[in-house]
């Protein structure tokens, strides 16, 4: 399996995701040998590093753990590959670091990007240097099937491919037309598209995805199949102490805030709210290259003492943000699944989440609404935030909804996926 | 003989530590002691401390010659107070030998010149009895923030009692005039107003160890060569600035220290220069004009304007916002609200949300501790929303409360005057009406008896049979009858008892008696 990050290192929803999976392929008895690119120092000559499980920390209870690691191995790929990082800004990114490396201060990449001066700038150079060694990987290892997720490793998938003659499976997370919009990279778009018709199957997270695989980049509709991504229960019941601290209603907005999230809805939204009433804060965690944009409109608005900015959260912030939310928001414009929803009911937030996400097309107890409808999320933030008995009634619902949705049974779907061609 | 006139500014705020979302209504503790304490002790020792002593020096040797003159923020005492006691030692020393003027400021280096009157006056007096608490001596001369100055503020400084006022000698305002002159207040002409020359004070201030400059190096000579060409008549040169320029922002490996070590005894050498401070020059010299500042001015940046720390949506909603608590904090007299409010207020939290890169980056820059100014803004506003929570919690917003209070008997009192109009212009529909149904109606009638006074009633019944008497009892209503009987004569009364029991009488008949009755009333009133 070709994955790009892997907890605690995590940017997105990816690794998450990836995670839940292989836990939950590994419960279904399939032996994994998980791949992942990251950017060393100066130490690490080697381009494989075979990982133990005890270099690794991932938060799962021991038991859970020492059966998990018999059957999934784990390997770090000497690369700088960025996630949610275009060529483009990669590029600028990397030029930057050489400029100035103690000025870079972005807190997304600062920990997961250190330039050692031995890499490629060029994002799609590294995108081939990975396919380079997942041949060399899969001449070397011993497996039935190929697992890609999202473009940066389907170059090394398809290279596993042509090496091995097995069978290659691509796992669609995000498009470039849910990244970019309508402004789509054609060197990413032409990755992707091949990737997908040299795989043999490729998974889909939602059907929005699904749909726009097959019309937009032509893929073979029979072979696409939707497997919807789950969610871990939640493995740290140990935040009741913590509680909020202001008197206001907390409405929350969770991910990075980039076009693709949809965060000026949100702040115009924030806005009818707080002309109305007062009582309410809103908060913006997360960090992306429209949050300088987003500050300067809430300024604008007069509104900066009722709306926060947190930064990117980690760890256990997620989940004090989630302790301290009334009600969480996705507004995003595209979102192939969005799994941060879930995390939030999970955790006994109601959500509002935007008609245009994969997640939409699973949850009956969240309430949905166009992302350019301001006025529709204002009203339902509004009312999720005064009528009690309207949000117990999703927090309740909510909670048992999202506890069925387990990666247990969504890699059930993905092991199907893997017979059928097999 | 022209007057040199060296002021210095003394300021370190209060910077913020980085305050999260998570902290509010949490964590009461703004303010990043390490870092406040490492900037007071680095600049203590880089500049205070050897610059202290090299003024001291220089005041052995030339006595009452040579005069400086400082403004110490209110916030600078306070944390010279707790990380270098030292320092404030030795500026105590410096204005002990009475060579040393102490100006008067804001407590807080604060803004409040530019938005709340009141604030300022309250921040000038905190700021006028701390310096007097801790140097024993009342400050007459003013300079505010940053010398931000206006035809305004002149005028409300004037009205605090202050002499003379220090401000910017900025182009746009001077035009062909020269900053070297005494200038007066375009309101009120009592207060004198000195211009900083920002060409011979930035000489030192900016340019001093700039090695692109053409004019670099600065000797004490090569600057007083500089003041030798300036025109004779010219009164006074005001040489203003950080004081942190020496040792701070000009290195000691510059060589600023021994420049303003040579400089006072080659300016004095010739006899053509004297040393003075703001008081003095209060006292000695007569404006020449008054000078029109209609739009506040400072002396930041090329503008020489207030944007540096108000201009943007950032700076306009944070400043704004921290205002809008000023009242409420003022009543309250709140030590611990008011601790925190003075170190809300100081410039440099907006400063560090300027946006304009471009002209002044560099200075801006270095000035600032934060990556960007959204950081600035972010961190100053979840700061800002912690402690309006704790003020309106402490000191609920008493004007709101009496606007509710004063809008919801506002509407009661609508309601009652509704009512009242209602009832009012029910009435006199129905005494309109009863006009209109003629005459009759306001002729008196049978029951009007019970209205009159006892004597009339005696005259009334006085020659009326007793029979019809009873008659026209007969059916009246109680009132009446009791109103009626004790006015009647004895004869008539025990007739009346007889009759009372056994008569009988048509209601015609009644009707008739009672009419003649009511005329005799009608005759009667």
């Known amino acids: 399996m070709f994955g790009w990050e892997f907890p ?4 997105g929803g990816l690794g998450t995701a990836c995670f839940g999976l292989t836990k939950g392929l590994a419960k279904h008895g399939l032996e994994i040998i998980f791949v992942v690119p990251k950017a060393y120092g100066d130490e690490s000559q080697e381009a494989v590093r075979l990982v133990n499980a005890s270099e690794v920390t991932v938060d799962i209870d021991r038991e859970d753990e020492r059966s998990y690691w018999d059957r999934v191995q784990y390997m770090e790929v000497g690369s700088n590959i960025i996630p949610y990082v275009g060529p483009e800004s990669f590029e600028n990114l990397t030029e930057e670091s050489k400029r100035a490396t103690e000025k870079f201060q972005s807190r997304v990449f600062s920990q997961k990007f250190e330039f050692s001066g031995k890499y490629g700038s060029n994002l799609m150079e590294e995108v081939a240097r990975y396919a380079l060694i997942g041949s060399s990987i899969a001449t070397k290892q011993d497996f039935d099937i190929i697992h890609a997720h999202d473009w940066l490793t389907y170059s090394a998938g398809v290279a596993a491919k042509e090496t091995s003659g097995k069978p290659l499976v691509v796992h669609m997370h995000a498009t470039e037309f849910d990244r970019s919009g309508e402004n789509i990279n054609t060197d990413v778009y032409a990755i992707e598209r091949r990737g997908m018709e040299m795989a043999d199957r490729v998974i889909t997270v939602s059907n929005l995805t699904r749909r726009i695989v097959i019309d937009r980049y032509g893929i073979d509709p029979n072979k696409v199949f939707t497997v919807h991504n789950a969610v871990e229960p939640s493995d740290k019941p140990d935040l009741q102490g913590f509680e909020k601290a202001v008197d206001e209603k907390v409405v929350t907005f969770l991910g990075r805030i980039t ?4 965060p000026e809805y949100f702040v115009e939204a924030a806005h009818k709210i707080l002309k109305r009433d007062p009582n309410v804060r809103f908060v913006m965690a997360g960090t992306g290259d429209l949050l300088n944009k987003m500050v300067l409109r809430v300024a604008q608005l007069r509104m900066g003492d009722r709306f926060h900015f947190t930064g990117f959260l980690k760890g256990d912030d997620v989940d004090k943000m989630f302790a301290m939310s009334d009600v969480f928001v996705m507004p995003s414009i595209s979102e192939p699944f969005g799994i941060v929803p879930l995390e939030a009911m999970r955790s006994n937030v109601p959500v509002v989440i935007s008609k245009q996400s994969g997640v939409a097309e699973i949850l009956k107890h969240a309430i949905k609404v166009d992302f350019w409808d301001i006025d529709a999320m204002a009203d339902a933030i509004y009312g999720l935030c005064h009528y009690q008995a309207l949000s117990n009634t999703f927090i309740r619902f909510g909670k048992d909804e999202v506890d069925s949705l387990k990666w247990e049974h969504a890699s059930l779907e993905v092991k199907k996926v893997y017979e059928s061609v097999l | 003989m022209k007057s040199i006139c060296f002021y210095f500014q003394v300021h370190q705020p209060f910077r913020l530590r980085t305050y999260r979302f998570f902290d509010i209504g949490r964590n009461h503790f703004y303010y990043d002691d390490y870092f406040n304490r490492m900037i007071m002790r680095r600049i203590a020792e880089k500049c205070y401390l050897p610059m202290n002593e090299i003024l001291m020096q220089q005041i052995k040797e030339f006595g009452s010659r040579f005069k400086v003159s400082f403004s110490i923020s209110g916030l600078a005492i306070e944390q010279m107070e707790l990380y270098s006691p030292e320092v404030l030692e030795s500026f105590k020393k410096l204005v002990d030998t009475g060579n040393v003027e102490i100006l008067a400021e804001t407590y807080a280096h604060s803004l409040s010149s530019l938005k709340d009157a009141a604030e300022f006056e309250r921040q000038v007096k905190a700021h006028s009895e701390k310096i007097e ?19 305004n503020i002149g005028a409300q400084v004037a009205e605090m009692g202050f002499k003379v006022m220090l401000t910017e000698g900025a182009k746009h305002v001077l035009g062909w005039k020269s900053p070297n002159y005494m200038y007066a207040n375009a309101i009120n002409p009592k207060l004198k107003v000195l211009l900083r020359n920002f060409r011979l004070s930035d000489d030192i201030a900016f340019r001093f160890s700039q090695q692109s400059w053409s004019e ?35 290195w000691a490996s510059s060589g600023i220290f021994n420049f303003m070590k040579a400089l006072p005894a080659a300016i004095l050498k010739h006899g053509k220069y004297s040393f003075s401070t703001p008081a003095i020059l209060a006292e000695k010299l007569q404006p020449v004009s008054a000078i029109h500042v209609p739009y506040p001015i400072s002396w930041a940046d090329e503008e020489r304007d207030v944007t540096a720390w108000l201009g943007n949506d950032m700076q306009d909603e944070s400043f704004a916002k921290l205002y809008a608590l000023s009242e409420t904090i003022r009543n309250s007299k709140d030590i611990e609200l008011m601790r925190d409010w003075n170190y809300l207020q100081s410039s440099d939290h907006f400063y560090y949300m300027c946006t304009k890169w471009f002209s002044d980056g560099d200075v801006h820059k270095y000035f600032n501790h934060y990556p960007s100014p959204y950081e600035a803004y972010i961190n100053f506003m979840n700061v800002l929303s912690d ?34 109009n209602e009832a009012i212009e029910d009435l006199t529909a129905k005494a309109k009406s009863r006009i209109k149904r003629g005459e009759e109606s306001i002729k008196p009638v049978f029951d009007d008896i019970k209205s009159l006074s006892d004597a009339r009633i005696k005259k009334l019944i006085k020659d009326i049979e007793a029979e019809d008497l009873v008659a026209a009892l007969k059916d009246a209503e109680q009132e009446l009858v009791n109103k009626v009987i004790p006015n009647m004569s004895k004869a008539a009364r025990k007739k009346y008892d007889e009759l009372e029991q056994n008569l009988k009488i048509k209601k015609s008949q009644v009707n008739q008696i009672r009419k003649t009755i009511e005329e005799k009333l009608r005759g009667l009133i």
Request: zero cysteines; glycine letters at 6%.
């Open chain 1, 8 to 11: 605690p290192h995590i940017t």
């Open chain 1, 259 to 262: 076009f693709q999230k949809g």
């Open chain 2, 133 to 151: 608490q801790v140097f024993g001596v009342r400050p007459v001369s003013f300079r505010n923030t940053e010398l931000i100055y206006s035809d």
């Open chain 2, 216 to 250: 670099w190096p600065v000797t004490a000579e090569k600057f007083v060569g500089w003041l030798d060409k300036i025109n004779p008549n010219e009164e006074v040169v005001n040489l203003f600035m950080d004081y942190e320029t020496f040792g701070e922002h000009q």
């Open chain 2, 387 to 420: 402690f309006q929570n704790r003020v309106n919690k402490k000191y609920p917003d008493t004007s709101k409360m009496f606007q509710e209070v004063a809008e919801k008997s506002g509407q009661i009192v609508k309601q009652i005057g509704n009512q009242a």
